[in-house]
Nanobody, 123 residues
Framework: QVQLVESGGGLVQAGGSLRLSCAAS????????MCWFRQAPGKDREFVAT????????YYTDSVKGRFTISRDNAANMQYLQMNSLKPEATAVYYC????????????????WGQGTQVTVSS
């Protein structure tokens, strides 16, 4: 099975940057799209970004467009979420995941989840 382990979360001031990493293992992972979700305290988990299995067609939720960048390095079995110009509203647990189609992913229909990493943005 695919195993996903997130890292890079922490405390950052508003306007700052943070880079999340997701280490992936498993022979079939490379054939799947990768994605990031987040869940703030007391709120539902929401889609953040996704990228195709080849590293093309990045797609983002409107609230992070122009500030977040998703990428992947298949040779290293890694995916990343570069978060710039962070706002306090971005405070949440961020989860790495794998999925199939974009339409399914944005609704939370994914195949494998990581354990999550906490991101806290102070005002």
């Amino acid at each position: 099975q695919v195993q996903l382990v997130e890292s890079g979360g922490g405390l950052v001031q508003a306007g700052g940057s943070l880079r999340l990493s997701c280490a992936a293992s498993g022979g079939t992972k490379i054939t799947y799209a990768m994605c990031w979700f987040r869940q703030a305290p007391g709120k539902d988990r929401e889609f953040v970004a996704t990228i195709s299995c080849t590293g093309s067609s990045p797609y983002y939720t409107d609230s992070v467009k122009g500030r977040f960048t998703i990428s992947r390095d298949n040779a290293a079995n890694m995916q990343y979420l570069q978060m710039n110009s962070l706002k306090p509203e971005a405070t949440a647990v961020y989860y790495c995941a794998t999925g199939t189609t974009r339409s399914a992913i944005v609704k939370g229909d994914v195949d494998y989840w990581g354990q999550g990493t906490q991101v806290t943005v102070s005002s």
